[in-house]
């Protein structure tokens, strides 16, 4: 029986279907490594395309200049570090990578003497000339890029006269026009600080700077707007002629006289003085005097017994005297016998400040040793520009 089924069901012994089973496998693990690959590849392609989208983003950011979301720092850093390294040890190389005029410089560096400008110190230079009781607070400021500033004046009338409807009409007189040249003088200053005291991190060295530029400027140019002389500085209101006002011509400036030598006498000189100035000047006009001046005049009273002084009713507002504002100038004259001691007019049309906007300061660190020198300079010139525009109170009988 068993022979039987085997002659039947002869046994397999190899040959055609292993070999068979073993390409199957061969060809499934082919195929499975082939989308591997492809996967791998795909994975690859994607990692690529995202690292140059990346990238592009990147350089478009850098292109654009945008600031970044955690930046510390102010635009006019770089400046102030910039102005920073140059007081303090001389490197002038902050300077020469900086965008002038994105970064507001107002004044490029000069490779030759190595000027420099730093905008902050100067803006806060500016502040404390104008803060400072001084005739600029009333006068006419203009900037100017020139070396002198000119000012046309027409301080004569047109002609006219009537006419009829069949009349001829005449020739009437020409008007005359004046030019005020105002020449700009070079004003300076030369504080100096010790190396030891710039290598200390702690100094504030442009607070200190500016502090002592503007103290120094503001004392020059507030007494030259007085009484300077013209000579390599501005010329002051007190430095042309003054003549009576009865006699008063262009080219001189008026007063009223007090009737009293070195003293007041009474409220009507005041009164005196402020009709003596033309009414279209009094809407703008106000009074110039000192301190022991100012003392005195603030104890005069009218007929009535009230005082002609009133102090602001605000805080920062000038004191007025019969209405007008009062500007104490410690460089007006102390009342003595004929002394020019108040002056009343509409300054901002009467005199003429005329400056260039930038400051240059130049670092010295060899004239001093020790120490280094910082020279600072200013160009400004001012002069009366309309004589009809201010009067002067003249402490004496005539």
């Not at 055609?16 to 492809?38: I, L, T, Y």
């Not at 994607?46 to 989208?53: D, P, V």
């Not at 009781?133 to 009537?162: K, M, N, Q, Y």
């Not at 103290?215 to 010329?235: H, L, T, V, W, Y």
Request: charged share 25%; proline share 4%; no cysteine.
């Amino acid at each position: 029986m068993t022979s039987q089924l085997l002659a039947a069901n002869p046994p397999q012994t190899g040959g055609e279907r292993p070999s068979s089973a073993a390409q199957d496998v061969k060809q499934a693990v082919s195929q499975f490594v082939q989308h591997f690959k492809g996967f791998q590849d795909d994975v690859t392609l994607k990692l690529k395309q995202t690292e140059e989208r990346m990238t592009m983003l990147d350089r478009k950011t850098q292109t654009a200049a945008r600031p970044h979301l955690a930046a510390a720092e102010s635009e006019a850093a770089p400046h102030q570090k910039a102005m920073q390294a140059y007081l303090r040890q001389g490197n002038e190389d902050g300077f020469r990578g900086l965008d002038l005029e994105a970064k507001a410089l107002s004044t490029a560096v000069n490779s030759d003497g190595g000027f420099l400008v730093d905008p902050q110190t100067s803006e806060r230079v500016k502040s404390v000339l104008h803060s400072t009781a001084s005739i600029r607070a009333v006068a006419s400021v203009v900037t100017v890029e020139a070396t002198s500033f000119d000012v046309l004046i027409d301080h004569s009338d047109v002609g006219a006269g009537w006419a009829t409807e069949t009349g001829t009409v005449s020739e009437t007189a020409t008007p005359v026009i004046d030019r005020i040249v105002i020449p700009l003088h070079e004003l300076s200053a030369l504080p100096k600080a010790s190396q030891r005291l710039l290598d200390d991190s702690a100094f504030d060295i442009e607070g200190w700077l500016a502090g002592r530029i503007a103290d120094k400027f503001a004392r020059a140019e507030a007494q030259s707007f007085i009484s300077g002389d013209g000579i390599d500085k501005p010329r002051g209101i007190l430095n042309h002629t003054a003549v009576d006002n009865d006699s008063w011509s262009w080219g001189s400036l008026g007063y009223v006289a007090t009737g009293s030598d070195g003293d007041i006498g009474s409220a009507d000189a005041i009164i005196d003085l402020v009709y003596a100035l033309d009414a279209r000047y009094r809407a703008g006009a106000s009074f110039l005097m000192n301190s022991k001046t100012a003392g005195l005049i603030r104890k005069l009273k009218d007929a009535d017994g009230r005082f002609l002084w009133s102090d602001g009713l605000a805080a920062g507002e000038p004191a007025r005297l019969m209405g007008y504002p009062v500007l104490v100038a410690e460089d007006m004259p102390d009342v003595a016998s004929d002394s020019l001691s108040i002056a009343f007019g509409d300054f901002g049309a009467g005199y003429t400040i005329a400056e260039r906007p930038d400051l240059r300061i130049l670092r010295d660190p060899f004239s001093a040793k020790p120490h280094v020198l910082f020279y600072a300079t200013k160009r400004v010139g001012g002069d009366v520009s309309d004589f009809a525009a201010i009067k002067l109170l003249k402490f004496g009988v005539s």
